[in-house]
Nanobody, 123 residues
Framework: QVQLVESGGGSVQSGGSLRLSCAGS????????MGWFRQAPGKEREGVAA???????TYADSVRGRFTISQDNAKNTVYLQMNTVEPEDTAMYYC?????????????????WGQGTQVTVSS
């Protein structure tokens, strides 16, 4: 059974930093792509960052240069380092996984999802 468990969310002031973690189990982690997504109230879920099983990374324009996705295959864990956060980054953040080589930012491409962790940025 595939499980994804996010952690690290919380409240932070604008300009601050947070690091989200997502621990996966129940699937061959090194052969799957991992993605971070977010959804704000009243908005659609959007892709934030992804890392393919080939190690290549992809970022949404809104976070490129501020957020960094990385992973530790030995721990089956993917991270999202969020720097210089802005109030517009406030959302529920989800990690997801899918058996592809390339990490995409399309929610429809992902098969398994975590329960989410809330990030709130105050101005």
């Amino acid at each position: 059974q595939v499980q994804l468990v996010e952690s690290g969310g919380g409240s932070v002031q604008s300009g601050g930093s947070l690091r989200l973690s997502c621990a996966g189990s129940g699937f061959p982690y090194s052969k799957y792509s991992m993605g971070w997504f977010r959804q704000a109230p009243g908005k659609e879920r959007e892709g934030v960052a992804a890392i393919g099983s080939n190690g290549r990374t992809t970022y949404a324009d809104s976070v490129r240069g501020r957020f960094t996705i990385s992973q530790d295959n030995a721990k089956n864990t993917v991270y999202l380092q969020m720097n210089t956060v802005e109030p517009e980054d406030t959302a529920m953040y989800y990690c997801a996984t899918t058996p592809t080589v390339f990490g995409l930012l399309l929610p429809s491409q992902y098969l398994y999802w975590g329960q989410g962790t809330q990030v709130t940025v105050s101005s």
